[in-house]
């Protein structure tokens, strides 16, 4: 066991992420006492069966009793009731963290309710699959992959290195960010794939003349990559275009604007700007791959699944 | 080895799907002898250091002498001229296949220039990885996917079968389709992902606030599954839009609609359509992975990569 940066924390939702974190600090072989909260009922019952949490509390309160560190690990549009609900209970010195994919509303939403002496470091594990719930954790999930924080100026600095401690023990390395920018390099590289994704299997799901059977049949040829970005949790989402909608309409107004230059490339039959575009993307895929964050393997990085 | 649907096989460019379908060959164990040809002189060297192929001719002339099938295996764009090159020297009775993403343009472009007593069979393996060139193929690349074979009415029923044959013992399953419905298919599943995805990336690249180093590193978001979509050849894509001009415009239309209505209950505030929207969209997922053409496994299927 090592000593942890955190004596007693709290996990506020036990979805992807919050049982991920539960997962990589027994790796870490972290001493923490760790309890757990969830809304639902079920949840906090699959919670218990898999062992998920040495705690597993039935109200938020009760959670974050003695807590050195909260996480509030709930959708972005809830994050503000919670932290007004737990805030009465939280001991003085305790850090506040959080792990949503938007930070400006989520600062806003949560501030108000801060005791003084309570010190809120906002973060951002930039690691998920398409998979949600308690049973969907594992320990691995942070591995090598960024978890930026994003404190204001006045946020206590000793607080901040313990979680940038706490984040890196758990696999991940680490970048502070100010909210603004975090808000729309998400919108760039997270949030407007992600509504991409979502509408092109939309508009497939919509189409009268191609049968269901035939999109799923067919679908190694590209469209499986959206299906599975599509197929993540809803109300996560939902919050997420909520609550960052400045930022994603800025980048949706830029994205349909290049798709429409393309488009128009296609109707008069321009093959060299369309050449050119696509030759200057193949870039940015080397740049990924260099810097470890996806694989080269063929066939889109899949094994082969026998029916 | 197994007898062979065809004798002797001519393979027309070199790049990953003709090398796979030479690997797979091989792997099946066809007795077939296998002629290839590509333009270029250094795609030809790495064949024959590679070993792809049982000769590689100089011309296309060369390898299609004698051959009982000929795969034409050339961006959509060039089949025609392959084609007109090629005739002259085709042996009556030779069936002539090819294996591009578009179909009704290539029928238009190759059948002015078929000889007499030859066969035209189009065909179309739904399966690929973003690299190309003679050394992207292997041996497994077709294995449960699917091959579209799009005769017209009036094609040689026994060539049908024959190719049908040879596909299957390439791993793939085949399924007859006529042209028009696959080039409409193929625009929702393949063709449309693939533009949008080079937009997004092209997108990202241009952004001047945000750095394309921030970019790489924070990919894993979801925005890498797009760049790996983006890394596919140039050349292939660009002639895929030219000569799938009608189907792409359409469904871009209807893509462009579904994204406007989202963006208005983004702007609005919309959040019950917002959900409604993506919970709509997991059931598509849910049915590709029961049709076996993608895995369940966890961080979008892919490999830790240690840096």
Redesign the interface.
């Known amino acids: 066991m090592s000593e942890a940066p955190f004596q007693k924390v709290a996990l506020i939702g036990l979805g992807l992420i919050a049982s991920s974190m539960f997962w990589a600090m027994k790796r870490a072989g972290m001493d923490s006492h760790v309890t757990g909260f969830a809304r639902s009922e079920a949840t906090r019952d699959t919670a218990r069966r898999l062992g998920l949490c040495d705690q597993v509390c039935d109200s938020a309160e009760e959670a974050v009793k003695d807590a050195d560190l909260v996480v509030l690990a709930v959708p972005v549009?809830a994050m503000g009731p919670v932290m007004q609900t737990i805030a009465p209970h939280l001991k003085p010195g305790c850090v506040v963290s959080e792990v949503g994919s938007v930070k400006r509303t989520v600062i806003e939403a949560v501030t108000p309710h801060l005791p003084e002496g309570v010190h809120f470091v906002p973060t951002h594990p930039?690691?998920?699959?398409?998979?949600s719930g308690p049973d969907?954790g594992?320990a691995?999930?942070f591995?090598?992959?960024?978890c930026?924080i994003v404190p204001e100026d006045h946020t206590d600095g000793d607080a901040v290195s313990r979680v940038e401690t706490y984040w890196t023990a758990l696999g991940a390395n680490t970048?502070r960010m100010d909210a603004e920018?975090h808000d729309?390099?998400?919108a760039?590289?997270?949030?407007?794939?992600?509504?991409?994704?979502?509408?092109?299997?939309?508009?497939?799901?919509?189409?009268g003349?191609?049968s269901?059977?035939?999109?799923?049949?067919?679908?190694?040829?590209?469209?499986?990559?959206?299906?599975?970005?599509?197929?993540?949790d809803?109300?996560m989402?939902?919050?997420v275009?909520?609550t960052n909608?400045d930022a994603?309409?800025e980048?949706?107004g830029?994205?349909?604007e290049?798709?429409?230059a393309?488009?128009r490339a296609?109707?008069t039959?321009d093959?060299e700007q369309?050449?050119a575009?696509?030759?200057?993307?193949?870039a940015?895929?080397?740049?990924?791959l260099e810097?470890?964050?996806?694989?080269d393997?063929?066939?889109?990085?899949?094994?082969?699944?026998?029916?």
């Open positions: 549009g930039m690691a998920g699959t398409e998979h969907a594992f691995s999930l591995d090598n992959r960024w930026l970048e920018h729309m390099v998400c760039v590289v997270s949030h407007i794939p992600h509504l991409i994704a979502y509408t092109m299997v939309g508009v497939a799901d919509d189409l003349r191609i269901d059977n035939e999109v799923i049949k067919f679908s190694a040829a590209g469209f499986r990559d959206f299906t599975r970005i599509a197929a993540s809803p109300t989402w939902r919050d275009f909520l909608k994603t309409i980048i949706l830029r994205f349909t290049e798709l429409m393309l488009q296609i109707r039959g093959g369309l050449h575009y696509f030759t200057r993307t193949r940015i895929r080397r740049g990924i810097a470890g964050q996806d694989t393997a063929p066939d889109f990085g899949r094994a082969k699944v026998d029916r």
